[in-house]
């Protein structure tokens, strides 16, 4: 998790949510990953995949794809 490729606004303002001045690099990895999980399941419940809102979710999506990689 030591890359150095810039994010996208977006997932750094839920990136800059998480972490604080005092985060350690496993508390920082683990709350990537509970980010990544969190807007996976904010798809899932708030913009199921049988509505025509695919925007929304796409962008949701993308998003935890972006922090996944990083």
Known sequence: MTDTTPLSPAAQAVLDALHTEN????????????????????????????LESYGIRYELLRIADELEAA
């Not at 690099?25 to 899932?44: I, K, M, Q, S, T």
């Open 23 to 50: 985060s350690t690099g496993p508390e920082r990895y683990w709350a990537r990953a509970n980010a990544v999980a969190a807007l996976r399941a904010v798809a899932d419940q708030v913009v199921p995949e049988k």
